[in-house]
């Protein structure tokens, strides 16, 4: 199966699906690879969030895409020199997977195959191991325009998790729970839990005083442009 071309030789209980279970060898793997705190993942038109839990090699994952519900699932990550294996189970959508893949001379990135119950395909990854940056440039409040809409998104915390609320002249208030990721000079935000129903991603860059954010967003329904002031 192309996707096993990273890990041989294997040795698979007969009867059952290769991507129900681990593969010998991968079991013995020595972990060689510093894991960071999380992975931004692309897989086909969907993007993911993988947050590790503490210092183990388990991960929650998020995955979004434009009109689509979001997918949930646990994933369990194994390295051997540059050698990717992950389990992802407990898919809040029943389609569970096994991944591989190779981690780039950068150390930051991963590419490779997953297959699952349904399908498979190729997928990437951005590994991200420091907080501390991030932290400190979302600031407290995020002032927000979008296309008529005024926003106000406050921090909970020291999460990247804010609450927001978008007024309009004569049009009712909406809210929403906005999670920020930044990465380099790049942004990128979810919008979920919208009162509207009108879910939405945000992608972007920061400037170079760090005080502002702009880009384009998608929406289950439409999309746009939006601004940000960042309020410290």
Do not use: H, K
Request: aromatic residues 12%; proline residues 2%.
């Amino acid at each position: 199966m192309y996707m096993y071309n990273y890990w041989y030789p294997f040795s698979y209980p007969v009867g059952i699906p290769s991507y129900e279970v681990l593969p010998a060898n991968v079991v013995l793997a020595q972990q060689q690879v510093d894991l960071g705190r999380r992975w931004i993942v692309q897989e086909g038109g969907w993007q993911a969030v993988w947050t590790r839990r503490g210092n183990s090699n388990v991960f929650d994952g998020r995955w979004s895409m434009a009109g689509q519900r979001d997918i949930t699932a646990v994933l369990t990550i194994y390295t051997s020199g540059n050698f990717v294996f992950v389990e992802r189970r407990n898919s809040s959508d029943g389609n569970n997977c096994n991944y591989t893949g190779r981690v780039g001379r950068d150390g930051r990135t991963v590419s490779g195959q997953n297959i699952c119950n349904r399908g498979g395909g190729s997928w990437s990854a951005v590994i991200v191991r420091r907080g501390g940056q991030q932290q400190d440039r979302l600031g407290r409040r995020w002032d927000v325009q979008e296309d008529g809409w005024r926003a106000v998104w406050t921090r909970r915390g020291n999460s990247n998790v804010f609450d927001g609320r978008w007024t309009r002249q004569g049009q009712r208030d909406i809210t929403a729970v906005l999670t920020i990721y930044i990465q380099g000079s790049n942004v990128r935000v979810e919008r979920r839990n919208s009162s509207d129903g009108n879910n939405c991603n945000y992608t972007g860059t920061l400037s170079q005083n760090g005080r502002n954010a702009s880009g384009r967003y998608t929406c289950d329904r439409g999309g746009g442009s939006w601004n940000a002031t960042i309020v410290r």
